[in-house]
């Protein structure tokens, strides 16, 4: 699974040295009127693809985070319960009726 996960890794490396080796244009960024900034197109491309990323993945992190602290707390408390009332459980014994 490792030597996968590898392949792809490299596989998408050699994506993007190849789509930047193809592309290495100088493009002009109106940012707005009278700022125009000289950018090379993969480092954009690249930079808006990041931009996207980044933000999402942080998100993803800390809603795992939480929910994982969320789900660790229940489990705290659930054998915290389990154990005090272990005792008050009626048993699965029951006597015969005369």
Do not use: C, H, Y
Request: net charge positive; no cysteine; charged share 15%.
């Amino acid at each position: 699974m490792k030597g996968l996960r590898t392949f792809l890794w490299l596989v998408l490396i050699l994506a993007l040295v190849a789509f930047t080796a193809a592309n290495w244009n100088s493009v002009e960024v109106r940012i707005w009127p009278g700022l125009v900034m000289d950018a090379k197109l993969p480092g954009l491309v690249i930079g808006a693809f990041l931009g996207g990323l980044v933000p999402t993945a942080l998100v993803l992190q800390a809603t795992r985070w939480r929910l994982g602290r969320r789900i660790a707390n229940l489990e705290a408390t659930l054998g915290n319960s389990g154990t005090a009332n272990s005792s008050s459980l009626p048993s699965d014994r029951t006597e015969p009726q005369s």
